[in-house]
């Protein structure tokens, strides 16, 4: 049984680029999240997808998008980088909106911006 | 809003030393609780949870017990290793009002010298 996969590893971009990072979620799971992880805090929420749409969404500026398919994978995207967006993003999965509390999580993408 | 508060560390402790990490919470609801768990270059694996008050989550000789009038979910063991060297992450999830969004603590760094 697959658990959670994220594509890629690790990224280098500069100032000004856009990136695109890729999740997709345990079998069996409908519902994807992404967090930010700075260095050194905790994990914080970007945004949820199910069903294909944006279901709740943290405090995170419109640069941050996302999407998701019809396979349940998702792809985070953030356009105009800044160097403060330096992070590892972290993908979790639920099952049907997070109505069940537990969220499995995919092992991040780091992302540098110089 | 929700909020999460862990003792900052880091922690050092010798093999076989009894650990403590506190944490306490805010939540307008009623939470599940969460340990998490993340080695160097890692993502997250859940360690334990609990779903109500005064349940008692464990795994891996790690416990924790869900005190209400407390808010509180102190991650304890017995009998740590050099293995247990990691950061630890408290975490809430409140389907009720926020559809499995977790949140987070910033983290304890646990290091368990031989």
């Known amino acids: 049984d697959a658990g959670v996969t994220q594509s890629p590893t690790h990224l280098i971009k500069t100032r000004g680029q856009q990136v695109t990072l890729r999740c997709s979620p345990k079998?069996?799971?409908?519902?994807v999240s992404w967090y930010q992880q700075a260095l050194g805090q905790g994990p914080q929420f970007i945004f949820q997808?199910?069903?294909?749409?944006?279901?709740q969404r943290g405090n995170f500026p419109d640069r941050f998008s996302g999407h998701q398919f019809p396979n349940y994978s998702s792809e985070l995207n953030v356009n105009a980088l800044l160097l403060g967006d330096s992070a590892l993003y972290l993908c979790?999965?639920?099952?049907?909106?997070?109505?069940?509390?537990?969220?499995?999580f995919g092992p991040g993408t780091r992302l540098t911006v110089l | 809003g929700n909020s999460v508060t862990q003792m900052e560390g880091p922690v050092t402790l010798s093999e076989e030393a009894f650990l403590t990490i506190n944490c306490t919470y805010t939540a307008t609801g009623y939470p599940s609780l969460f340990w998490y768990v993340q080695y160097p270059g890692e993502g997250l694996q859940l360690l334990l949870k609990?779903?109500?008050?005064?349940d008692k989550g464990s795994n891996k000789g790690f416990e924790a017990t869900y005190r209400k009038e407390t808010t509180s979910f102190h991650l304890e063991k017995g009998s740590v290793q050099v293995s247990d060297s990691a950061v630890y992450f408290c975490a809430l999830s409140d389907v009720s009002t926020n559809a499995g969004k977790s949140t987070f603590g910033d983290g304890t760094t646990l290091t368990v010298k031989p």
């Open positions: 979790a999965s639920s099952l049907d909106a997070g109505r069940t509390d537990t969220q499995y």
């Open positions: 609990a779903t109500k008050a005064d």
């Open positions: 997808y199910y069903e294909e749409e944006e279901r």
């Open positions: 079998s069996g799971h409908d519902t």
